[in-house]
C-alpha cells in the first residue's frame, strides 16, 4: 500500500498481524531501493522508520482491541500486560490505550478496589 506525507495509519507490529496502536500521521516516506531495503515511513507515536507493510490506512470507527484488561473503577486505572504499568484514566471507556506503547485493550468493566 502507498502511503504518502499526512496520511493517518495503524500500526501493525507483526506484518499481517492484528492492529496494534492506532492515530499515527505519517510525517515521511522513502521508497526502495534505500538503506532500508524496503519501502518504509517516519510516523507519529513512534521512533525510527517503520516497514510500510506493517501499516495500514486508519479505521473508521471501532478498533479491535488485543486483549482484555480489568479496570480499577478507584480513579479508573488499568495494568498494561505489554509495558508492566499502571496506566491512570480519567474516565472508563470500552476500550482503553497504553500511552507508553499504544496498544489498544478491551475494558473488562470498572472494578472497585478491595479496601
Known amino acids: ?3 504518502k506525507k499526512g496520511d493517518k495509519v495503524d ?3 507483526m506484518f499481517d498481524g492484528p492492529i496494534t496502536s492506532t492515530g499515527h500521521t ?3 516516506v522513502e521508497h526502495a531501493p534505500n538503506n532500508y531495503g524496503c519501502d518504509v515511513a517516519w510516523i507519529t507515536g513512534k521512533s525510527g522508520c517503520i516497514a510500510m507493510r506493517c501499516l495500514s490506512k486508519a ?3 471501532k478498533v ?3 486483549e482484555i484488561v480489568d479496570v480499577i ?4 486505572e488499568f495494568h498494561c500486560p505489554r509495558c508492566q504499568i499502571l496506566v491512570k484514566l480519567i474516565e472508563s471507556t470500552d476500550t482503553v490505550q497504553c500511552p ?3 496498544r489498544i485493550y478491551s ?9
Not at 73 to 76: D, E, L, M
Request: hydrophobic residues 25%.
Open 1 to 3: 500500500m502507498e502511503f
Open 100 to 102: 507508553t506503547c499504544t
Open 26 to 28: 505519517v510525517k515521511a
Open 64 to 66: 479491535k482491541p488485543s
Open 107 to 115: 475494558n473488562n468493566g470498572p472494578e472497585h478496589a478491595l479496601a
Open 59 to 61: 479505521k473508521e470507527g
Open 11 to 13: 500500526y501493525h507490529e
Open 73 to 76: 473503577a478507584s480513579g479508573y
